[in-house]
């Protein structure tokens, strides 16, 4: 799945001179939490979100200083948080450089990015120009959609292969003492898990397996104690 299938398309823009009233009554009135700042070319220049908004010298809701800020903050830092809280227009307040991908990326390299830069939502170019936005909605939007793995093809072996498979693969399961058996579909775990966490996230392991029908969990759950080597 790439940036194209799950991006909004039609955009809420604002320009580097719309004032920062106005930009709060847009992100109201649409429903958004965010908007690009764009040029005359529509190139992104700036991201507004709600979180540079809320502190604000007219909400009087600006970080309170201290006056020993003033020994260990940076005067850049301390200028740019004064421009951001004081600031009337929306190249005071955006956050700049901007994130950005390309129409044909992938979902999943996004989400690394949103974790990555700790940031809720990307604009999608084309040629450096708006095309789209993608944010965490459209991600969980597009999960929304998704089908369900079909249960009606798979056997009995092979779905058992799968899941052995899949458990060899990850590192947090434990290698020995986990049985798995599967009749009609229905997987039976047993055995001995390490954790309360491995027990649970091995029942998602097999749910997502396709044709498991349902997940019948035995283990029980005993913490391994590392043995001292003299």
């Keep these: 799945m790439k940036a194209h299938d799950i991006m909004t398309r039609h955009v809420h823009t604002v ?7 106005t930009i709060a009554r847009m992100l109201v009135e649409k429903g958004v939490s965010a ?5 005359s070319d529509h190139r ?4 507004v979100s709600e979180g540079d908004l809320f ?3 007219d909400l009087r809701t600006e970080r309170p200083r201290r006056w020993w800020h003033f020994f260990i903050e940076d005067a850049d830092a301390m200028a740019r948080a004064y421009r951001k809280t004081h600031g009337q227009l929306a190249r005071d307040v955006m956050t700049q450089p901007v994130v950005s991908v390309g129409e044909n990326d992938a979902v ?6 949103f974790d990555k830069k700790h940031i809720k939502r990307v604009p999608v170019v084309r040629d450096g120009k708006l095309i789209g936005i993608v944010s965490r909605a459209d991600l969980v939007r597009s999960l929304a959609g998704r089908p369900r793995p ?5 056997s009995d072996h092979s779905i058992a292969e799968i899941v052995r498979a899949r458990m060899a693969a990850e590192p ?3 290698k020995d003492g986990i ?3 599967v009749a009609e579909g229905v997987v039976k775990l047993s055995g001995t898990a390490q954790s309360t966490e491995e027990k649970r996230s091995l029942r998602v392991l097999v749910e997502g397996v396709p044709g498991v029908a349902k997940v019948v969990d035995r283990l029980k759950v005993e913490p391994r104690i590392p043995t001292l080597l003299s």
């Design 179 to 181: 049985n798995v058996e």
């Design 35 to 39: 908007c690009p700042v764009v040029d």
């Design 55 to 57: 502190r604000r010298r």
């Design 15 to 21: 320009t580097a001179e719309t004032s920062v009233p």
């Design 108 to 113: 999943s390299a996004i989400a690394d990015l």
């Design 44 to 47: 992104v220049i700036g991201m």
């Design 172 to 174: 947090w399961v434990s």
């Design 150 to 154: 079909s249960s009606a093809t798979a």
